[in-house]
Nanobody
Framework: QVQLVESGGGLVQAGGSLRLSCAAS????????MGWYRQAPGKQRELVAH???????NYADSVKGRFTISRDNAKKAVYLQMNSLKPEDTAVYYCSADIRIITDSAALYDRDYWGQGTQVTVSS
């Protein structure tokens, strides 16, 4: 069983910072791409930031220059440093990971996993 567990959300004033963390656990052979998504009330889930297994990153235009995604492969973790937060950043943030699973019979297969979400609220 593989799980992604997020932490670090909360309430912050506009202009403040938060750091989200997401750690994977379970029968993991390797982790390919990882990313952060968000969903605001009444809106569709959208990509915030993405990082490949090799460390290449890309960001939504709305967060470029303010957010930084990083990963620690040894800890099977991905992070999102959010600076200069705006009220429009308010949303539930989800981490995702493309994970290669190893079964008890040593078979390998790839599957996408999602965390449970963490609320980020930015007050004006």
């Amino acid at each position: 069983q593989v799980q992604l567990v997020e932490s670090g959300g909360g309430l912050v004033q506009a202009g403040g910072s938060l750091r989200l963390s997401c750690a994977a656990s379970g029968s993991i052979f390797s982790i390919n791409a990882m990313g952060w998504y968000r969903q605001a009330p009444g809106k569709q889930r959208e990509l915030v930031a993405h990082i490949t297994g090799g460390g290449r990153t890309n960001y939504a235009d709305s967060v470029k220059g303010r957010f930084t995604i990083s990963r620690d492969n040894a800890k099977k973790a991905v992070y999102l440093q959010m600076n200069s937060l705006k009220p429009e950043d308010t949303a539930v943030y989800y981490c995702s990971a493309d994970i290669r699973i190893i079964t008890d019979s040593a078979a390998l297969y790839d599957r996408d996993y999602w965390g449970q979400g963490t609320q980020v609220t930015v007050s004006s």
